[in-house]
């Protein structure tokens, strides 16, 4: 498959491609939206001409496009393939991330923040019945594979929101802590959002 659609790229002169197996995303910029909105559609023409001739098809359904912009707002942005509507969204998921139109994360750190939270919970409801070893496990399967997946773009310092994540962090450990030390174990630590950010990027 990734023989077969390897010249994609070659289908368009403006959009630069980025291709992962079958997930495709497609980049376009311009100072104007207006202008954008015209070149995105031409260009899509050529990538639908792309796909009939090398007999694949795109589920228009599961598509969609982001209007990466800074403070100002952009309406009745509207691009299509084939004559289906693709949808915008705010934010979209790319290969475990979500990225949303501001680039501020928020969107992946409230996605962080839900999945942590129900490895918190599973975490709680196990607790009495593994041994702590495992519940050490669970911490950094459920918890801590969410919070160090991809933090080096989403984690920085600067970033707003981290803060709540970190509270989670908190709860849980506490809770751990006590299970050590009620079973005479070493203490159980791990890393605040701002300390994991930094190992990944090996500071």
Not at 51 to 66: D, Q, T
């Amino acid at each position: 498959f990734l023989l077969y659609i390897n010249d994609l790229p070659s289908s368009s002169s403006k959009f630069s491609f980025t291709l992962f197996a079958d997930d495709t995303s497609l980049f376009l910029s311009h100072e104007n939206p207006k202008t954008l909105e015209e070149i995105a559609n031409q260009e899509l023409r050529h990538v639908d001409n792309w796909l009939i001739n090398n007999r694949l098809s795109l589920n228009a359904k599961k598509s969609c496009f982001i209007l990466f912009t800074g403070k100002k707002q952009i309406e009745n942005f509207n691009i299509s393939i084939s004559t289906n509507e693709i949808t915008r969204v705010r934010s979209a998921k790319y290969l475990g991330v979500m990225i949303d139109e501001k680039l501020d994360w928020q969107a992946h750190i409230n996605h962080v923040e839900t999945k942590i939270k129900q490895g918190s919970g599973l975490i709680r409801k196990l607790c009495h019945l593994i041994s702590p070893s495992n519940i050490s496990s669970l911490y950094y399967a459920f918890i801590n594979s969410h919070l160090a997946y991809c933090i080096t773009s989403w984690g920085s310092p600067n970033t707003k929101g981290t803060g709540k994540l970190n509270s989670v962090i908190d709860s849980i450990t506490n809770k751990i802590k006590k299970i050590y030390e009620k079973n005479n174990l070493n203490r159980f630590s791990t890393l605040k959002i701002n300390s994991l950010y930094k190992l990944e990027c090996g500071n």
